[in-house]
């Protein structure tokens, strides 16, 4: 699907069924691979950044075995063996695709290990800083080699004996967090890393699954080294991230529902949520149940939605949400802010830039800052010929606005929408 096509919303389904959670996917698949022992992984998502890394941690000594295909989405059940911490030498250097959190976990397992290995990636993750990683990487005593100021893939880490430190992290970043995390796994002693502004979890949550011993103390997350993760099922709860686009599709619509089922529902993620509601949508939790990661089924009710200030502490929250939310800002009446969110300026695009420039093409008034924008929201929306700048979210986000444009809305580059959803076309199909 080189160019997606979309027209102005038809009808609605009652209910869909989001793939799984990307974070947790990627996850679930490292620490299989590392542990002593079969993990089955159920509602895995097979999307083209989880696959990477499967097939990295294949290519680093892991056995994978399929165990089930579902149709249009691809392998969603699998069991892995892993290594018991002990990954082998590549035979090549690792591809890492499009996938920042790949390369930038991966790194930190990779720290740990008695061999140099090389990662790269596509022309997008080739332009992303890994000197974030890099350098309390290299505070615990592991030099990486990359391409230029921001170390930038394709990155050599040459592993071995790992020191523990105390990091602060310099951005609000769960990678980060876990790339310092997983290295401490190797080292002798405490870990520890001080997130100012809290980030995703699912790490921490992954490893006390995995019967880690890591332990939150305020902002502080600590883990002693030398353990080996025991194997044990995962059941991967579907991506609140890819949930946020129906959620837009329907929170604008006065009478309209829908009701997402087995949405992942972990704290840390579920800022798009509260901005909805104080948007103005009506939004309902049922079944909510805990396996590892909390889930459930979401109900929203549509409404005319009022611009907000998305700002601060919220941001990490919601910072993969924002290009939607943006959507929602135009589609409100009066004015969004959205702020302190530098940081999606080095995501698969400059994510501020490419919001702006097409929310600015679709009609509607937008001023950028370094840190956010401000969207007027309320403006008639036209079809357009969007630019996804190989960008997955860009890509989703604008198919969405399509929904509630004149004439149609041409989505170029839609392959990328792969990287995360592998079935989202054939869900925005349901609302044509
Ligand atoms: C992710 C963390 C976030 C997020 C990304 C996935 C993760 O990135 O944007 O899509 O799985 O840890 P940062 O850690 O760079 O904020």
Same mark, same amino acid.
């Given at each position: 699907?080189?160019?997606?096509?979309?027209?102005?919303?038809?009808?609605?389904?009652?209910?869909?069924?989001?793939?799984?959670?990307?974070?947790?996917?990627?996850?679930?698949?490292?620490?299989?691979?590392?542990?002593?022992?079969?993990?089955?992984?159920?509602?895995?998502?097979?999307?083209?950044?989880?696959?990477?890394?499967?097939?990295?941690?294949?290519?680093?000594?892991?056995?994978?075995?399929?165990?089930?295909?579902?149709?249009?989405?691809?392998?969603?059940?699998?069991?892995?063996?892993?290594?018991?911490?002990?990954?082998?030498?590549?035979?090549?250097?690792?591809?890492?695709?499009?996938?920042?959190?790949?390369?930038?976990?991966?790194?930190?397992?990779?720290?740990?290990?008695?061999?140099?290995?090389?990662?790269?990636?596509?022309?997008?993750?080739?332009?992303?800083?890994?000197?974030?990683?890099?350098?309390?990487?290299?505070?615990?005593?592991?030099?990486?080699?990359?391409?230029?100021?921001?170390?930038?893939?394709?990155?050599?880490?040459?592993?071995?004996?790992?020191?523990?430190?105390?990091?602060?992290?310099?951005?609000?970043?769960?990678?980060?967090?876990?790339?310092?995390?997983?290295?401490?796994?190797?080292?002798?002693?405490?870990?520890?890393?001080?997130?100012?502004?809290?980030?995703?979890?699912?790490?921490?949550?992954?490893?006390?699954?995995?019967?880690?011993?890591?332990?939150?103390?305020?902002?502080?997350?600590?883990?002693?080294?030398?353990?080996?993760?025991?194997?044990?099922?995962?059941?991967?709860?579907?991506?609140?991230?890819?949930?946020?686009?129906?959620?837009?599709?329907?929170?604008?619509?006065?009478?309209?529902?829908?009701?997402?089922?087995?949405?992942?529902?972990?704290?840390?993620?579920?800022?798009?949520?509260?901005?909805?509601?104080?948007?103005?949508?009506?939004?309902?939790?049922?079944?909510?149940?805990?396996?590892?990661?909390?889930?459930?089924?979401?109900?929203?009710?549509?409404?005319?939605?009022?611009?907000?200030?998305?700002?601060?502490?919220?941001?990490?929250?919601?910072?993969?949400?924002?290009?939607?939310? $943006?959507? #929602?800002?135009?589609? %409100?009446? /009066?004015? =969004? &802010? !959205?702020?302190? +969110?530098?940081?999606? @300026?080095?995501?698969?695009?400059?994510?501020?830039?490419?919001?702006?420039?097409?929310?600015?093409?679709?009609?509607?008034?937008?001023?950028?800052?370094?840190?956010?924008?401000?969207?007027?929201?309320?403006?008639?929306?036209?079809?357009?010929?969007?630019?996804?700048?190989?960008?997955?979210?860009?890509?989703?986000?604008? $198919?969405? #606005?399509?929904?509630? %444009?004149? /004439?149609? =809305? &041409? !989505?170029?580059? +839609?392959?990328?929408? @792969?990287?995360?959803?592998?079935?989202?076309?054939?869900?925005?199909?349901?609302?044509?």
């Amino acid at each position: 699907m080189p160019t997606l096509t979309v027209k102005r919303l038809q009808t609605i389904p009652a209910e869909l069924t989001v793939p799984g959670d990307k974070s947790i996917s990627h996850r679930s698949a490292m620490f299989a691979g590392l542990a002593d022992g079969t993990t089955v992984i159920d509602g895995f998502l097979p999307s083209e950044d989880c696959l990477c890394t499967v097939h990295a941690m294949a290519a680093l000594g892991a056995t994978v075995t399929p165990i089930h295909e579902e149709p249009g989405v691809g392998l969603v059940k699998m069991a892995i063996t892993g290594t018991a911490g002990h990954l082998t030498a590549p035979a090549s250097p690792v591809d890492c695709g499009n996938s920042g959190t790949t390369m930038r976990l991966l790194s930190g397992i990779l720290a740990g290990q008695p061999f140099t290995t090389t990662l790269f990636g596509d022309a997008s993750l080739s332009k992303r800083p890994m000197k974030r990683i890099a350098d309390p990487l290299g505070l615990m005593g592991i030099t990486i080699t990359g391409q230029g100021e921001k170390i930038c893939a394709p990155i050599t880490i040459h592993g071995g004996p790992v020191q523990p430190i105390d990091y602060t992290l310099p951005v609000a970043s769960a990678q980060v967090k876990s790339a310092v995390l997983l290295a401490g796994l190797f080292a002798p002693g405490t870990t520890s890393v001080i997130e100012p502004v809290a980030t995703r979890n699912h790490t921490e949550r992954i490893m006390a699954h995995f019967g880690i011993d890591c332990q939150r103390e305020g902002t502080r997350i600590s883990v002693q080294g030398g353990q080996i993760p025991k194997a044990t099922d995962i059941l991967v709860p579907g991506d609140i991230s890819s949930a946020a686009f129906w959620l837009v599709a329907i929170a604008s619509q006065p009478a309209a529902s829908l009701r997402l089922n087995n949405v992942g529902l972990n704290p840390t993620r579920t800022g798009i949520l509260t901005v909805l509601e104080r948007m103005g949508a009506r939004i309902t939790l049922s079944d909510v149940r805990e396996h590892g990661e909390p889930c459930g089924t979401v109900t929203i009710a549509g409404t005319t939605l009022q611009g907000t200030t998305i700002g601060g502490s919220e941001i990490p929250n919601v910072i993969d949400e924002l290009p939607i939310l $943006a959507v #929602a800002a135009a589609l %409100a009446q /009066g004015k =969004t &802010l !959205i702020k302190d +969110a530098a940081e999606l @300026r080095v995501k698969e695009t400059d994510r501020i830039a490419a919001v702006a420039a097409n929310l600015r093409l679709m009609g509607v008034t937008v001023t950028e800052f370094d840190d956010g924008m401000e969207i007027t929201g309320g403006a008639k929306l036209h079809g357009a010929t969007i630019p996804t700048f190989h960008d997955h979210r860009i890509a989703m986000a604008f $198919a969405i #606005a399509g929904l509630f %444009a004149d /004439g149609e =809305t &041409l !989505i170029e580059g +839609a392959e990328c929408i @792969r990287t995360s959803y592998p079935n989202f076309e054939q869900h925005l199909a349901q609302f044509q």
